[in-house]
T-cell receptor, first 113, second 115 residues
Framework: KNEVEQSPQNLTAQEGEFITINCSYSVGISALHWLQQHPGGGIVSLFMLSSGKKKHGRLIATINIQEKHSSLHITASHPRDSAVYICAARRGNYGGSQGNLIFGKGTKLSVKP | DVKVTQSSRYLVKRTGEKVFLECVQDMDHENMFWYRQDPGLGLRLIYFSYDVKMKEKGDIPEGYSVSREKKERFSLILESASTNQTSMYLC??????????????FGSGTQLSVL
């Protein structure tokens, strides 16, 4: 079993739908990242969370440390949201390098017009 | 905005060749990383560096080496390329600091094919 599991692996939605992508982890972490990878390879960092919730535009990320679970929500989804979404859990304590990130395998999202 | 630049977008090499992948970042970040990304496996860390001339092995360092002679540049070297090193290679950088400053910046990737 992977230390970081994402679900679903693939997700197809209609434009305007509310989308949820889940990330569960089995190790103790100090932070969790959500990343977005568009076709062509470029990866963009969306959020870094250590507790609670963060919002940026139509994107909302939440984390529950006790349940070892994080979710990424997209409201009013749009075809340009089509991408692979990756969560990455950071082991250990703050202050060190990020060489101890464990990546999920990604969720491929397709939003149809 | 931070820019992380990888020298090549696509690269085709022969088995046994020595391959250099270059990565340059322009924001004075301490930390730099090399990952490879394969279908079904996700991102895996090859090496990382937290300072000039400093390097640490990641999860899959075998067959690779790295060089960081200047803060802005982190090179990945395949001493003798093999077909199982065909992959997408991604460089990233980040600033060490308080948690709110932790953000990874990625290059656009190099798709390496070893024939």
């Amino acid at each position: 079993k992977n230390e970081v599991e994402q679900s679903p692996q693939n997700l197809t939605a209609q434009e305007g739908e509310f989308i949820t992508i889940n990330c569960s982890y089995s190790v103790g972490i100090s932070a969790l990242h959500w990343l977005q990878q568009h076709p062509g390879g470029g990866i963009v960092s969306l959020f870094m969370l250590s507790s609670g919730k963060k919002k940026h535009g139509r994107l909302i990320a939440t984390i529950n440390i006790q349940e070892k679970h994080s979710s990424l929500h997209i409201t009013a989804s749009h075809p340009r949201d089509s991408a692979v979404y990756i969560c990455a859990a950071r082991r250990g304590n703050y202050g060190g390098s990020q060489g101890n990130l464990i990546f999920g395998k990604g969720t491929k999202l397709s939003v149809k017009p | 905005d931070v820019k992380v630049t990888q020298s090549s977008r696509y690269l085709v090499k022969r088995t046994g060749e020595k391959v250099f992948l270059e990565c340059v970042q322009d924001m004075d970040h301490e930390n730099m990383f090399w990952y490879r990304q394969d279908p079904g496996l996700g991102l895996r860390l090859i090496y990382f560096s937290y300072d000039v001339k400093m390097k640490e092995k990641g999860d899959i360092p075998e067959g690779y080496s790295v060089s960081r002679e200047k803060k802005e540049r982190f090179s990945l070297i395949l001493e003798s390329a093999s077909t199982n090193q065909t992959s997408m290679y991604l460089c990233a950088s980040s600033q060490t600091g308080y948690p709110t400053n932790e953000k990874l910046f990625f290059g656009s990737g190099t798709q390496l094919s070893v024939l």
